[in-house]
């Protein structure tokens, strides 16, 4: 087949002000801004890392990323995608939509690539950078379907127009761990590269290239250099906070193992400083367990870069989790509203500072669809972990591999626990252990060299503990105390057990001048900020000025017992593995200079069953609990705490972890639910299996799982995002709709992109996002079709999946909530053929059974 010289082939086309399509930029004028994009991102990295993380010739692979541009099917579809805005074009007889079958022209990049003869895995690099791995195997650049040897003779001249134009040969990647961090600074590059400054051909794009990178968010932090523990917290650190920041020396993995309260958080903030400041790393990254966890951080994380940050600069007034940040960067093409990263959990990655939950770093290490991705954002930078006691054996599996990649990627890995066994401390580190002394800071560094360091445990904490088989006297014991003044904190196992607990004491609780809350994760980013913002600041240290106005019983999930920083008088906890009652009990009498009513007393009420019941038959004992934790662990767990009637902190952490945990040989009923928590039962997966699911998850040889479909916790379904609104209606005059928000204000959504500007698309959708709440897919809404969603013009705010790919979608619901806050569908009919679903502000998302 004939072939168009390389310089004439088209990569972009370009809306016109008088909104007629053309050609944009050519492939070769893309390619080459996309390198010089990729050559400016490396430059702004610290001189010590941009030179460890980047081998010479980077910018090459991203110039070249789009070598498949030249291509008679590319060509054709941006000819007829044009239509009457382009003369004189040849025609070619192929039909576009077989770009299908190999992955579109990042395949056909790949083909060429390797017939090439490039360096070890660049082909791929290059085939990926849609986020994906193309279908190619066994075809051949030269092939028919590519245009024949005459296109690839094209594609071939058009690498070395790059390299010329680069001043770059090809680059030697050193291992797999670095291939995938190009294939990370590719996409990004392009994306930035396709952004709003280079999409008129007859602009000049070099003058662009350090403003869009501005724009994106990469500036270079500037940091107030010498400061002083003090300096930044207002307090001297403690001996294990000061024994942290001695170890940690240069990049490798660190692990704090404290009691709750002591300041891991502080210590590990502060431990991050010492590695930006001395140019080790270029960021930080603060990995939580669950997104309602990590939303109250964020004041606490933005007070210390308020203290590190030079004043002028940039980052230092950047509210990191407020959706303003969306609004504010521009990541081009990807990165727009309806795209799939206009996300302030994915962006948030790529920033220099951010806060997070731990599922998005765990895809990093996944094949799953931009994980390079997410390893380019954290590639050098500080990550910590925290709480990493809570999670399972799939999400364990996942995160031992992540730790692997983070190390090769010249990452300073932090992790904090206050109630880890010494064999997940073994398997997190890759090394065997000695020491079992609590507190203790074990590093790991690049070297391999593995160090144990005991830090001398401060003062002693004394709980009562009380294990209840009624729970009637919980409720009466929960009303009595807050009558008298005391702050009582109620946590379940179940977002449907605290909403139940939540009716049983409200009620009650109004009649004797107790206040009574709830919270769980199950509430749309809007209403979980407003129950936020006033039931942790009452039981923490905002509150204490407020303390003694009246007594309040806060009701909630495992939420309540992860990174926050809130002190109870009194705790009724349903039971739960020994880890998590730990974490738990460390909300009770945290601080010393907490007031309290005259009579309290540091006391947990654990709801429990009878041992002998709870063996013979867990699931009826621990009813739902049963379900959320394994039947062996919660059985294990009663056996340590059935008869303890009090505990100290931390002295008791250890020896309570390792009876739990540690391994022994099981007789009876309780080998049976060994051999369950092993293999499994039909309902649900035993950790042998999650450990090879997870590794399945990690396998890159496999087809790459789209967003949507990749799990980070294992549960039996996905969770998916549903979109609550008052009303929505179409307004076929004016080709918009009117979406009415559950607080009465409305937006005006129009159905063309054109009406709006970037900025105000950005805003519109940063809105809605905070109408959106997370939910199991088993009690979600019926889906809409993708058409009608569309027709409403949802496409242009929400990722709603690619049309390209039948299997890469991202299901978004809609429902519309009535006065009686039951859910229904967008034209009134019912929305589950099973359950009535309900919203209500103060119970959140909630599935009512009939």
């Not at 007859?202 to 724009?215: F, G, H, M, T, V």
């Not at 940091?223 to 003090?230: E, K, N, S, T, V």
């Not at 925290?386 to 010249?410: F, P, Q, S, W």
């Not at 739990?660 to 039909?682: I, K, S």
Request: charged residues 25%.
């Amino acid at each position: 087949m004939d072939a168009i010289p390389f310089m004439n082939c088209p990569a972009k086309t370009y809306l016109r002000p008088d909104d007629v399509l053309v050609p944009g930029r050519s492939v070769v004028e893309h390619c080459q801004i996309v390198g010089e994009v990729a050559r400016a991102l490396i430059a702004r990295y610290p001189d010590r890392l941009s030179e460890i993380l980047f081998p010479p010739g980077s910018s090459l692979v991203a110039g070249s990323h789009d070598l498949g541009k030249v291509s008679p099917y590319f060509y054709e579809k941006l000819r007829k995608n044009c239509g009457g805005g382009v003369t004189n074009w040849p025609v070619f007889s192929v039909n576009p939509e077989l770009e299908r079958q190999w992955g579109g022209h990042a395949g056909v990049s790949q083909v060429a690539a390797r017939a090439m003869g490039v360096p070890r895995w660049v082909p791929e690099i290059l085939g990926q950078h849609h986020g994906f791995s193309p279908p190619v195997a066994g075809k051949r650049a030269d092939a028919e379907i590519f245009g024949g040897a005459n296109w690839q003779a094209q594609r071939e001249a058009l690498a070395v127009e790059l390299k010329l134009r680069l001043g770059v040969d090809w680059p030697e990647v050193k291992s797999p761990e670095q291939a995938r961090l190009l294939a990370g600074l590719t996409s990004v590059a392009d994306w930035i590269g396709s952004g709003q400054h280079f999409e008129n051909p007859a602009l000049p794009w070099k003058p662009s290239i350090e403003l869009a990178l501005d724009e994106a968010g990469f500036i270079q932090p500037a940091y107030r250099l010498g400061l002083r523990f003090a300096d930044v917290f207002g307090f001297a650190p403690r001996p294990a906070q000061a024994r942290l920041l001695e170890s940690v020396s240069g990049h490798g993995v660190y692990v704090l193992e404290a009691p709750m309260g002591l300041g891991k958080t502080e210590a590990a903030l502060y431990a991050a400083y010492q590695m930006l400041q001395q140019g080790q790393a270029c960021g930080i990254y603060f990995a939580l367990p669950t997104q309602l966890t990590s939303n109250k951080i964020y004041s606490r994380f933005n007070q210390f870069l308020q203290s590190i940050l030079e004043a002028d600069c940039p980052q230092r007034a950047l509210l990191l989790h407020a959706n303003a940040w969306l609004v504010d960067t521009e990541m081009g093409e990807e990165g727009r509203p309806g795209g799939a990263w206009f996300h302030r959990a994915k962006r948030g990655l790529l920033a220099p500072f951010a806060v997070g939950t731990i599922d998005q770093a765990l895809m990093a290490a996944m094949n799953v669809k931009h994980g390079f991705v997410r390893a380019f954002g954290l590639a050098g930078k500080v990550v910590i972990l925290d709480e990493v006691h809570t999670y399972d054996a799939y999400t364990g599996t996942l995160l031992d591999a992540l730790i692997k990649l983070l190390r090769e990627l010249h990452c300073t890995i932090i992790i904090l626990s206050a109630t880890l066994s010494r064999q997940r401390r073994s398997q997190l580190l890759d090394a065997p252990l000695e020491s079992d002394a609590y507190p203790l800071i074990t590093a790991v560094t690049r070297s391999a060299e593995l160090q144990e360091f005991s830090v001398e445990p401060e003062g002693s904490a004394h709980i009562s503990i009380s294990v209840e088989h009624e729970e009637g006297r919980a409720v009466q014991e929960a009303l009595e105390r807050a009558t008298d003044g005391q702050q009582v904190l109620w946590i379940e196992n179940t977002v449907k057990d605290a909403q139940q607990r939540y009716l049983d004491l409200a009620a009650r609780a109004a009649e004797l001048n107790v206040a009574c809350g709830l919270l769980h994760s199950r509430y749309t980013m809007a209403d979980r900020q407003h129950i936020e913002d006033h039931w942790v600041d009452l039981f923490g240290k905002p509150g204490l000025v407020r303390r003694g106005e009246r007594g309040r019983i806060l009701v909630g999930t495992q939420v309540l017992e992860q990174s926050l920083d809130i002190d109870a008088d009194f705790l009724v906890s349903r039971f739960a593995p020994t880890d998590m009652l730990l974490q738990r009990m460390g909300r009770l009498w945290r601080h010393a200079n907490t007031p309290r009513p005259a009579g309290a007393r540091a006391e947990a009420w654990l709801l429990a069953p009878a041992l002998d019941a709870a063996i013979n038959g867990p699931q009826t004992a621990f009813g739902a609990s049963a379900y959320v934790y394994s039947p062996y662990v919660l059985c294990r767990s009663l056996e340590v705490w059935q008869t303890r009637a009090e505990v100290d902190l931390p002295q008791d952490i250890r020896a309570l972890i390792e009876a739990t945990y540690v391994d022994r040989m099981d007789e009876g009923a309780m080998e049976r639910w060994r051999h369950e928590l092993d293999n499994g039962t039909l309902r649900r997966k035993g950790r042998i299996a999650l450990q090879q699911l997870a590794r399945i998850g990690l396998a890159t040889d496999g087809k790459t799982l789209p967003e949507s479909k990749a799990q980070t916790r294992y549960s039996e379904t996905d969770n998916i995002e549903v979109l609550l609104l008052r009303d929505l209606q179409q307004y076929k005059d004016s080709q918009s709709s009117r979406l009415v928000l559950r607080d009465g204000s409305e937006l005006i959504l129009p159905w063309r992109r054109n009406r709006l500007t970037k900025i105000e698309w950005k805003t519109l959708t940063a809105r809605l996002m905070l109408e959106i709440v997370l939910v199991r897919v088993g009690d979600a809404p019926q889906p809409v079709a993708r058409d009608t969603l569309e027709k409403y013009g949802l496409q242009h705010c929400f990722y709603l999946g690619n049309r390209d790919w039948a299997d890469d979608e991202s299901l978004l619901r809609v429902a519309l909530v009535d006065e009686t806050g039951t859910l229904r569908g967008i034209h009134g009919q019912a929305v589950h053929d099973k359950h009535t679903l309900e919203y209500r502000d103060d119970l959140g998302y909630r599935v009512v059974k009939h």
